[in-house]
């Protein structure tokens, strides 16, 4: 583990250039405070009311004096935690380091980082904050976290670009702003061969807009100004016969290297993003009331900070292998690596508002779709725009 310049993380190792050093905001004490001791008041009034009206104040006395003992103890606590916590990004790795009564020091090299998750509960978007997540390739879940940090998207911003200059990438822009409409946008999520494209049909009898936005990559990568850069960071072999991409060779040199999949996607994505934008606009200009967005990796990809609510698909295990065995041929060393490359589904799942289960009985789902327009049009009272708050890439 690499030794830093103070206890804090301030100081970055030599040869490193410190691009942020922020600790989590100040608010985060009250967030981190309000839920125990407002339940510890509650309580307190619990056990003093009785007594009071029984004629034995003085335990109500006591309740009162006690919850203000424990409430400020926690308050204390949590300013001794704030004060412990130091998050840092260099041009080289980014870190954490916390601890009141015990020092730790968590980091991960840029060039290993997969995917940066920014992730704002309800609390934290009342109070402007957010937490920030740093999964690396080959693990299952976040390695270095932001908890409660302030100007979340923009720090997540700060990070990417990090990141994309590390590996060879181009700076990844702002996230587009969230479309101002009427109209509901529900995220698909689910995975490998969970049936979204199925889940999606069935949207679409209902007369909802579905956005693939599978097919709105590919469109990208026939553009001339993609071409051309793709020419000269590979050279003539991605340029098919025809003078149009070779897919199957961009997909072999982005496979093989991590960096080369990053590179590709901070050129891709900004451009799907905002076609995916624009065809959000309009369906809301046609009167549209529900968009639904099919995207691979809706997580990953930070899809799902564009769509009000996400709906996982999920499927058992065995019909998932079936249908990628059946239709792409791939056996289950395969599924297990290509997952191994995404967020893992429980993370999905949890990160999810709604479910649905395509276990192959194409009857049953449209039941379950019509829940979900249900209670989603129930949930959002027909407003969209957006409102979702997690992004991954």
């Not at 590390?166 to 409409?181: A, K, L, M």
């Not at 049909?201 to 007369?207: L, P």
Request: proline share 5%; charged share 30%; aromatic share 4%.
């Amino acid at each position: 583990m690499t030794k830093w310049g103070d206890a804090e993380g301030r100081s970055a190792p030599e040869g490193e250039r410190t691009l942020v050093s922020l600790r989590p905001s100040a608010l985060s004490i009250v967030l981190r405070s309000v839920v125990p001791i407002a339940a510890l008041g509650v309580l307190a009034l619990a056990l003093a009311w009785p007594a009071a009206r029984g004629g034995v104040p003085g335990v109500a006395v006591a309740a009162g004096w006690t919850v203000l003992a424990v409430g400020g103890l926690k308050l204390l606590w949590e300013t001794a935690v704030w004060a412990s916590r130091r998050y840092t990004l260099t041009d080289r790795r980014v870190v954490r380091v916390s601890g009141v009564l015990r020092r730790v020091t968590v980091e991960a090299r840029l060039e290993r980082v997969q995917h940066v998750v920014l992730y704002r509960s309800l609390g934290e978007r009342l109070l402007g904050l957010g937490t920030i997540g740093f999964a690396t390739a080959g693990t299952d879940t976040i390695e270095v976290a932001w908890v409660m940090i302030g100007r979340p998207r923009e720090m997540w911003v700060k990070a990417k670009e990090a990141i994309d200059m590390r590996t060879g990438g181009t700076p990844v822009p702002p996230p587009v702003p969230p479309v101002e409409s009427k109209v509901l946008v529900l995220g698909l999520a689910g995975g490998i061969g969970a049936g979204k494209s199925a889940v999606a049909a069935e949207f679409a009898r209902r007369g909802c807009v579905v956005i693939d936005s599978d097919v709105e990559a590919k469109a990208a990568l026939d553009r001339p100004e993609v071409r051309e850069q793709l020419r000269r960071w590979w050279g003539e072999r991605v340029i098919g016969a025809g003078g149009r991409v070779d897919r199957a060779a961009v997909a072999a040199i982005v496979f093989e290297d991590e960096s080369q999949r990053r590179r590709l996607e901070s050129l891709v994505h900004p451009l799907v993003r905002a076609r995916r934008a624009e065809l959000v606009r309009e369906a809301a200009s046609r009167g549209a009331e529900v968009v639904v967005v099919d995207a691979p990796l809706l997580f990953e990809a930070g899809v799902d900070a564009e769509c009000d609510a996400v709906v996982f698909v999920d499927a058992p295990r065995e019909v998932r292998l079936e249908r990628v065995r059946a239709s792409r041929g791939w056996d289950e060393a395969e599924v297990d690596r290509r997952e191994r490359a995404q967020m893992p589904l429980e993370e999905k799942r949890r990160r999810s508002r709604y479910g649905i289960v395509n276990a192959g009985l194409p009857t049953d789902l449209g039941p379950q779709v019509e829940g979900v327009l249900r209670r989603a049009r129930a949930d959002f009272g027909g407003v969209g725009g957006g409102s979702g708050e997690e992004v991954s890439v």
